[in-house]
């Protein structure tokens, strides 16, 4: 067989990778290392065990938080959460309104295998009335300069689901594109 072309540039490997599979990369101090490329892939069997209601819900349509069962507490988190953070306490699910308000955001890059195709895709913090802490999603269906923080957004949920956190997206609440503020 054929020796491996050689490249002093690591970019340089990369697209012989691509091409052929197989290079060699050879280092400032001349050591040549080959390098190959080869698929690889893994088939997790995982346990959502005490989450399993957050993604059930998601595949009915609806978004579930949880709130703390102690008196003088109630903390409502906007997602799964087995005790609460503020004092320990046991919580139990609760639905969480599918509209809520951008509290921050995101435009990524760059990201996992999963979100690839949708590439560069906007993550939010999504804040909602009554909770106390933040969903973190993907926000479509609006470009970087077109998020706000404030903006009024609404959950749209995948009608075949697979149980995993890319069920849920939120979009821009059609209802709320007049309440953007004014610069001051
Ligand atoms: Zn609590």
Not at 56 to 71: D, I, N, Q, V, Y
Not at 162 to 183: C, E, I, K, L
Request: net charge positive.
């Amino acid at each position: 067989m054929k020796r491996p072309r050689v490249f002093e540039k690591f970019r340089d490997v990369q697209a012989e990778l691509e091409r052929s599979g197989r290079a060699i990369f050879r280092d400032a101090k001349g050591v040549e290392s080959l390098v190959i490329r080869y698929p690889y892939s893994i088939t997790y069997i995982h346990s959502y065990a005490e989450d399993s209601p957050f993604f059930l819900g998601l595949a009915e349509g609806r978004l579930m938080g949880s709130r703390c069962t102690k008196k003088g507490c109630r903390f409502v988190y906007a997602t799964p959460r087995g005790h609460c953070m503020v004092c320990g306490g046991a919580t139990q699910w609760l639905e969480m309104p599918k509209v809520g308000r951008v509290h921050s955001w995101t435009t990524c890059h760059y990201g996992s295998e999963a979100f690839l195709k949708e590439t560069p895709y906007n993550l939010a913090l999504i804040e909602f009335d009554g909770a106390g802490s933040l969903l973190l999603v993907r926000l479509k269906q609006a470009t970087e300069q077109e998020i706000y923080v404030g903006m009024p957004v609404e959950a749209r949920f995948d009608p075949e689901p697979t149980f995993s956190v890319t069920d849920v997206w939120f979009v821009p609440s059609p209802s709320g594109n007049a309440q953007r503020p004014v610069p001051p």
